[in-house]
C-alpha cells in the first residue's frame, strides 16, 4: 500500500476504517471535509488543520511525526475532492 511507504501504520488506518463504518462518525467526518478543495489539500497548514478536526471527532490521536507524514501522504496524492477519478483511486487505496 502507498501510504504504508509514508511510513503510516497498517494498523492506524485499520482502527479508522472501522471507526468510519459507524454512520454518526462517518457523518461527523463529512461535516469537516464538507467544501474541501484542491487547494487546500496542497496546503499543509490546512491539511494539518484538518487532520487535527478529524483525529478529534475520530477520537485517534497521532504523534507529530505521523501526522507529518498523513499531511505529506495528502499533498504528494494531489487530490482534487471534485475529481470522482481521484476519489475512486483513493477509494480502492484503503479498502
Known sequence: MSYEKYGIP??????????LKHPDVKERVKVVLEGVTKEDLQNPAKVKTLLARLTRVLNEPVSDVIANRIV???ID??????????L????SMFR
Not at 10 to 19: D, F, H, M, P
Not at 77 to 86: A, C, G, L, W
Open 72 to 74: 505529506q501522504f495528502v
Open 10 to 19: 497498517r494498523e492506524l488506518v485499520e482502527r479508522v476504517k472501522a471507526k
Open 77 to 86: 496524492q494531489k487530490i482534487d475532492p471534485n475529481n470522482t477519478f481521484h
Open 88 to 91: 475512486i483511486r483513493l477509494w
